[in-house]
């Protein structure tokens, strides 16, 4: 966690000291790249607020039955448009027919979550692959 906090924190900081001793040719682009730094510091901390509303069962988590492939499908599809910049793929290998039961706006949060870091974190016109497979457990 802390790692998660002081990384973006030194990051910023040493943004602030090139923009205050003139280093940057670029101010508008620093500029932008400290406001998604402090967007992702305050994502951080509303997780982190909500992970402690979780231990004291002061969040209510609803399940619910929905299809597993619609709603994956659905995922992807927003997905595709947010990665136009890069070599989006997708193989999704699901029946129909298959349930889940949890709550679905924790798991597409989890699926945003991940969608971010895979854009964040991925070079420039560079491949991502989406996949969701049907796994039979016996």
Not at 12 to 40: G, T, Y
Not at 41 to 52: G, K, M, R, T
Not at 94 to 107: H, P, S, Y
Request: hydrophobic share 45%.
């Amino acid at each position: 966690l802390s790692h998660e906090l002081r990384t973006p924190l030194i990051a910023l900081k040493l943004q602030l000291e090139s923009l205050e001793f003139d280093l940057v040719n670029d101010k508008e682009a620093e500029f932008k790249s400290m406001h998604v730094k402090i967007d992702d510091l305050n994502q951080l901390v509303s997780d982190i607020n909500e992970l402690s509303l979780m231990d004291d069962d002061s969040i209510n988590i609803i399940k619910e039955p929905f299809k597993c492939k619609l709603f994956i499908s659905g995922f992807s599809n927003e997905f595709k448009a947010l990665a136009s910049d890069f070599d989006y793929t997708e193989k999704i290998i699901l029946n129909d027919n298959v349930m889940l039961f949890a709550c679905r706006q924790k798991i597409q949060q989890v699926l945003v979550n991940l969608a971010a870091n895979w854009i964040k974190f991925t070079d420039a016109l560079g491949r991502i692959h989406f996949s969701c497979k049907q796994s039979i457990i016996n």
